[in-house]
């Protein structure tokens, strides 16, 4: 009897221990999301993603002519700016990638709605890590929401989770 008790506790004590919290890299296309019909409310966007584990990487790109206001509300809310003088979605695509490489990293999250980062998607998966895309209505690819394994649609100020592959 002592030692079926013994077996109960050990099973109990290793179904208690929580799974570690998978992490995430988050990178937001800036001129083509951050933009003033969408309304967007960064904070409540990471708290979204935060569902699905911890944010380790928080990457917020934007292109020269972007304010300093902007610059500073973006590292406010703990995005790193990255400013290009070139076209934002070849930096984000390439940082992208880079994370998609690095093994600290489980989760991708795209915050566009541009179908040029189909291929990160793709590559992305390739390499088991889960995809995420965050984006607004109007102008959302259909081709990135039906690739992503997870889709947060913002619509009316209100965010909405749902599966892509539902």
């Known amino acids: 009897m002592d030692k079926l008790t013994f077996f ?3 099973k109990k004590m290793i179904n208690s221990q929580k799974k ?3 992490n995430i890299a988050l990178m937001v296309d800036g001129p083509n999301i951050i933009r003033k019909e ?3 409310d960064l904070t409540q966007i990471k708290k979204q993603v935060e569902k699905y584990g911890h944010i380790k990487v928080a990457k917020i790109f934007l292109d020269q002519y972007a304010s300093e206001k902007l610059i500073e509300a973006v590292t406010n809310q703990g995005f790193e700016p990255i400013i290009s003088t ?3 979605d070849v930096t984000m695509a390439v940082e992208s990638i880079c994370q998609v490489y690095n093994p600290n990293i489980d989760i991708i999250a795209l915050m566009t709605r541009d179908i040029d980062f189909r291929p990160v998607l793709l590559k992305a998966k390739e390499y088991g890590k889960y995809t995420i895309v965050i984006a607004a209505e109007p102008g959302f690819s259909v081709a990135l929401k039906n690739t992503a394994d997870e889709v947060i649609l913002i ?3 209100v965010i909405n989770d749902s599966s892509s592959q539902e």
């Open 38 to 40: 969408f309304k967007l």
């Open 20 to 22: 570690p919290e998978k």
């Open 155 to 157: 619509k009316n100020d």
């Open 8 to 10: 109960e506790k050990i």
């Open 86 to 88: 070139g076209d934002v």
